[in-house]
Each structure stands twice: as structure tokens, then as C-alpha cells.
């Protein structure tokens, strides 16, 4: 299951997928972020949007936990999505503007948990309505996973855009280990 010190690591290399997917998305003319790229949520922009509204619906869900989550109440005063391929922004400047915000969120919010907090069951309700209750540790696992997921669309859309994203495994970020001999 999810461990802090995990969580700590995820929430970087979901920042720093997200910097180079931004600014590798931030090379292309509007009409090709906006084209229509069979994608399932359309295009590039549609995409990183959708993250976006993935990453803020679980974070108003995070800050309603009854200990661990002071960090995150600022985001219960952004708008709930209302639909999962909502466009929470109008251009891609804006939609950078509120990924940098999230990251943040997520980044001082990993700084916070431990084993208590993770042991905690999170109560939301689905898009739908339908009322979950689902291990924190579990739903966190998912968040990260979701965010991994979409961002491999994104960046393979943009590799179809001519637009090379570069090295995108979190083994990039792991650091090398002394070798040891025996």
C-alpha cells in the first residue's frame, strides 16, 4: 500500500511529468492543442483538462478528512467540476496557471502525511453521486495511477503532434544507490 514516503515521491514526479508535458504542449499553435485527435478526451488540451478536473475533484474529496488535510482547505473554495471533461480554463496559459496551483497542493500535502493520516478512510461521493467509502491509501494509489494514465495520452498526442516530451519514467527521478560489495 501507500507509504509517505511514496506519496512524497509521487507528488514530485507527477510536478515534474507535468512541467515537461506543459512546457512541451507550450510549442504547439492553439489549433494543435484544440485538434481533434481521437483521444478520449479529444485533444491535447481536452486531456491536460481533464487531469486537472481528475486532480481537483480528489483534492476537495482529500480536504474533507477529518485530520491531515488543514493543508488542502483552500481548495474546497475552487469550483467542483461538473463534469469529468470539463475545461476548468480557457487557454492553455490559464490551464498551466491551475496545474502549477495543484502540484503545489499535492506536493505540501504529501509533505504531511503519515501512517495515521493513510490508515484513514476517505467517504466522498462519486461524480454520479453514489456514496464510497475506500481506504485513503488505496483511493491515493489511484489518484497517482490516474494522473500516470492520462499523461501517457498526453504525451503520446503529443509525440503524434511532431513534439518529443523526452524521458517521462519515474526512474529518472529515483536516486542512484551506492554499490555496494560483498
Known amino acids: 500500500?501507500?507509504?509517505p514516503a511514496a506519496a512524497?515521491?509521487?507528488?514530485a514526479y507527477n510536478r515534474w511529468m507535468n512541467d515537461k508535458l506543459y512546457q512541451?504542449?507550450?510549442s504547439l499553435p492553439d489549433d494543435a492543442l484544440l485538434a481533434e485527435r481521437s483521444a478520449f478526451f479529444g485533444s491535447l488540451f481536452g486531456t491536460l483538462s481533464h487531469i486537472v478536473v481528475g486532480d481537483t475533484v480528489w483534492l476537495r474529496r482529500f480536504a474533507t478528512l477529518p485530520y491531515g488535510a488543514e493543508v488542502l482547505q483552500p481548495?474546497?473554495?475552487w469550483p467542483q467540476p461538473a463534469a469529468l471533461d470539463a475545461r476548468p480554463a480557457?487557454?492553455?496559459?490559464e490551464l498551466a496557471a491551475l496545474r502549477h496551483q495543484l502540484d503545489t497542493a499535492i506536493e505540501q500535502w504529501a509533505a504531511t502525511l503519515d501512517e495515521r493520516v493513510l490508515a484513514q478512510d476517505l467517504a466522498y461521493r462519486s461524480m454520479r453521486g453514489d456514496a464510497c467509502v475506500k481506504a485513503l491509501g488505496g483511493v491515493l494509489l489511484h489518484f497517482f495511477n490516474h494522473q500516470t494514465h492520462h499523461r501517457g495520452q498526453a504525451s503520446t498526442l503529443l509525440?503524434?503532434?511532431g513534439v518529443d516530451v523526452g524521458v517521462t519514467d519515474l526512474l529518472a527521478l529515483l536516486p542512484d544507490e551506492a554499490t555496494t560489495t560483498r
Not at 8 to 11: F, G, I
Not at 90 to 93: D, G, H, I, S, T
Open 8 to 11: 512524497r515521491q509521487l507528488a
Open 90 to 93: 480557457a487557454n492553455l496559459a
Open 24 to 26: 512541451a504542449a507550450a
Open 1 to 3: 500500500m501507500m507509504t
Open 159 to 161: 509525440t503524434q503532434a
Open 75 to 77: 481548495v474546497l473554495f
